[in-house]
């Protein structure tokens, strides 16, 4: 299977560097804004559609005249942007986004370079650690494991908390695990984040509950700078890096735990989970965001379909956890506070080791550990 991987590693720039990119990242969002506005009022006014080529001749004219500081920066991301928000456009007319909106100098900024295919080999060699990018020379990255294949782009990040990455896309060949001859059921929670119909359960981390304090206090301080401040931007930083940890801790937990279910199983049965109408609930939302039960679900999913294994979707309204695994029966009502119960079968019951069990059996039509582990109520989402 051949896919697009993408690889993100920490980048150091030195002072030159952090010059550069600040100048880099401040006329590619000039470039954006210019844009969109240029979009809109010409839509608005003559009802004409502009896109990059357009564009790009309006764009050469303004460095020529009105914005000639334009060119101390690199040409090649002032296109990447203005082909970006074609993108954005298209999306928002195919109703998957917004309509776009003007970028901010304090939000996430990011560049995009080109490199020439013709003198790749002097610019990027994975092996000895090689990369260079138009006006930043060499860039010290922390390469954190292995490139296959040959970037034609590099997109340059500066994240809120002051942090700088490099991301690379490559095409890469997936080779299938071997094929296993089980089926499993996995149902979420808060409590334990995956719970598996086999028993075992991964436990919360609760990492936002670990690092409450820590961020109330820098929080705290942060509302009592001055507006526009120094100081005020600098605490904003901290409490971006505090939100950071949070971040990159809650989601290596969620790859390692889709990993390792992904690789040990062959069919995987999970519940189709209304999360947005979860998060309403004003008592739970902060404990169900923080277990990021979503991000576990799209990890799975483009997993499987990576390594040869099959996701089955069981229908949210399956009585999973009211059912009995042994007998069938289906209870009344299960309230969130009963964690144990016994059926009148005689068989007693953890509320989530039976969902899962249930959602096994939904998930492969009461055949789990055969040939015919298949018949999902409702087919899993596409893989982008």
Sequence with gaps: MII???????FYPTPTQKRQLALEFGHARYVWNWALETRTKAYQAQGESSNTISLSRQ????????CPWLSEATASCHTQKLRDQDTAFRNFFAGRAKYPRFKKRHHTQS????????HVAKNFNAESKLLKLPKLGRVKLRWSRGIEGIPKMVTVS???????FV?????????PLPVRRNAIGVDVGVKDVVITSEGWKSGAPKYTYHYARQLKMAQRRLSKKKKGSQRRRQQQQRVARIHARITDSRRDFLHQQSSKIVNENQVICLEDL????????????????DCGLYELRRQMEYKAAWYGREVLIVDRWAPTSKTCSACGAVQESMPLKVRAWACECGATHDRDINAAKNILFFGTAGSAGTSKARGAVKPPRAVA
């Excluded at 991301?167 to 080779?175: G, K, N, P, Q, R």
Aim: proline letters at 2%; one cysteine or more.
């Design 167 to 175: 991301s690379l896309t490559c095409e890469v060949e997936i080779l």
């Design 111 to 118: 560049v995009r370079y080109q490199l020439d295919q013709r």
């Design 59 to 66: 764009l050469t004219a303004l460095k020529k005249t009105q």
């Design 4 to 10: 697009q991987c993408a690889y993100k590693f920490r």
């Design 274 to 289: 209304n999360i947005q109408g979860m998060l309403r609930n004003r008592r739970l939302s902060k404990a169900i965001a």
């Design 158 to 164: 500066q994240a809120p908390a002051g942090r700088y």
